[in-house]
């Protein structure tokens, strides 16, 4: 049986990407051989994330956002999962057929330009910045898209990661009336 204890720590952010530098406090657990986990929870090894995210139902996908810390994207391609339809009965298998149009996104380095790739092919540029979630009002890294992009110009990311190489976001989709709605959530895993 593993040391499990709890440790508040503030983590130093660097101006990666053209990103401003930030150091918000957060909790971390060390649960024995697994290293260290936002909020506590033991994540399966990152090569399980996909069905473990999958497997989740939409409670659980707000918990792990809300507890999950604002950390920078890996330089390069991360793998995307689309979790549209967590509570429906055929969710996974949607999750699954999301997975043929978009593939994630890439991190292009020494900048804040993040490309989405759908089909295979690099599209969709959005601008990564730290922000304020819509959700609970702490810090998170949003992707904004009004700036680059015409056919998702009123898209809104944000993104936590909430296991190593984990990160897990809402997308917020702006309405006519100026208000954002909730659309669906998406997570990206790193190599």
Do not use: H
């Amino acid at each position: 049986m593993g040391a499990c204890f709890m440790v508040w720590m503030t983590i130093g952010m660097s101006s990666w990407s053209g990103l401003p530098a930030c150091s918000p406090g957060l909790v971390m657990v060390w649960d024995g051989g697994a290293g260290w986990i936002p909020g506590g929870s033991t994540p399966p090894p990152r090569e399980r994330a996909t069905e473990w995210l999958r497997a989740m139902s939409s409670r659980e996908l707000w918990t792990r956002y809300r507890l999950g810390v604002a950390t920078p994207l890996p330089v390069g391609r991360v793998k995307g999962v689309a979790l549209p339809c967590p509570d429906a009965r055929f969710g996974e298998l949607i999750s699954r057929s999301a997975g043929v149009v978009w593939q994630g996104k890439i991190a292009t380095e020494g900048s804040n330009l993040l490309l989405n790739r759908f089909f295979g092919v690099r599209s969709v540029p959005g601008r990564m910045f730290w922000g304020t979630s819509r959700v609970d009002g702490l810090p998170c890294l949003l992707v904004d898209y009004s700036q680059t992009s015409w056919v998702y110009a009123n898209v809104r990311d944000e993104l936590r990661m909430i296991a190593p190489g984990v990160y897990l976001g809402p997308m917020f989709r702006k309405q006519r009336d100026g208000s954002e709605r909730f659309e669906m959530f998406f997570a990206l895993i790193a190599p």
